[in-house]
DNA sequence: TATTGTTATACTCTATAACTATA
DNA sequence: TATAGTTATAGAGTATAACAATA
């Protein structure tokens, strides 16, 4: 079972670079798609968790807090997300995406998904099947103790 | 069946960033690793095919030719790669990996590897053989064309 | 002329360090 | 004194455009 769980990282090594290189380059060829990929992921997070602080979303994409202050700075500039502080701790700043910014991540989002389901449909279903399967799993084993930083910084 | 490959897609978008970013993360956090992510993809793809050009490289990494040759410069400076020009035709050039290069992209491999395969060990040994199939599948279906362009500059 | 690769240049992304404001 | 976020600064990575060498 061990020889599973290697063989498996070894597949995941393989593969998931690839596949977000693909993403990517699909991004970029459409002139249309304002956000690269961390700006994506910022503004599905912000989708699903309204409200976020700016340490929550660093903690989750995974980038250190200047860095998404900079990725955030370009988002507001363009309108995509607001950013206000909060009455009760003024330190720290509430995120929430726009109009804009939910219809550019609805736009990324439909144009990226039909790229690859493009390219899934050319599997049986049962494979697709397999996929998203695994796809859960993955992200259940990752994020082991950034999940903890992340709580810690809700409360 | 539409349906299965849209949820795939939409799975697939959402956990393949977050995977490479663990995995760039994690070859960061350690000193000994000298290559990042493309560089590590450079030095896979020699080591399965020796004596490949700078395009063909290129095409499989998804760099444009004059990033890869960036790239390249980098790996030859840190005495990882060998770059030397083809008798036959003397615009194109020979990549091979030098005994140092072999042992780096090895140690890199372990390290990500063994960290992967820690996660995944949380897992049923029957959801690894979902990852590894999906992940087959995954490969199988990218590289649409650029496959193809691969191919023409093999020949 | 077409092709392979390199050089010149500029821009984006990200990090670390130093700082400000608030608690 | 500790925490949330920003600004300053620098380095890495990548792209486009222009170029050189070869076919």
Redesign the pocket.
């Known amino acids: 079972m061990r020889a599973t769980a290697e063989q498996a990282a070894r597949e995941v090594l393989d593969v998931a670079p690839l596949v977000v290189r693909e993403i990517r380059g699909e991004m970029r060829r459409h002139r249309s798609c304002e956000v ?1 990929v ?2 994506f992921r910022t503004l599905a997070y912000l989708d699903r968790y309204p409200g976020a ?3 929550e979303v660093a903690d989750h994409i ?6 998404m ?6 988002l507001v500039d363009r309108k995509l997300v607001t ?1 206000q502080s909060q009455a ?6 509430t995120l929430a995406l726009t109009s804009r910014g939910r219809a550019s991540l609805e736009s990324a989002n439909e144009m990226t998904e039909a790229y690859l389901a493009e390219k899934l449909a050319a599997l049986p279903e049962a494979e697709c099947a397999h996929i998203v399967r695994a796809m859960q799993a993955l992200r259940d084993i990752m994020h082991g103790e950034s999940r903890v930083q992340a709580h810690a ?1 809700e409360s």
Chains 1, 2 share one sequence.
């Open positions: 690269n961390p700006q602080s700016l340490s995974g980038l250190t807090l200047p860095s202050s900079r990725l955030v700075d370009g950013r009760q701790d003024r330190r720290r700043i910084a």
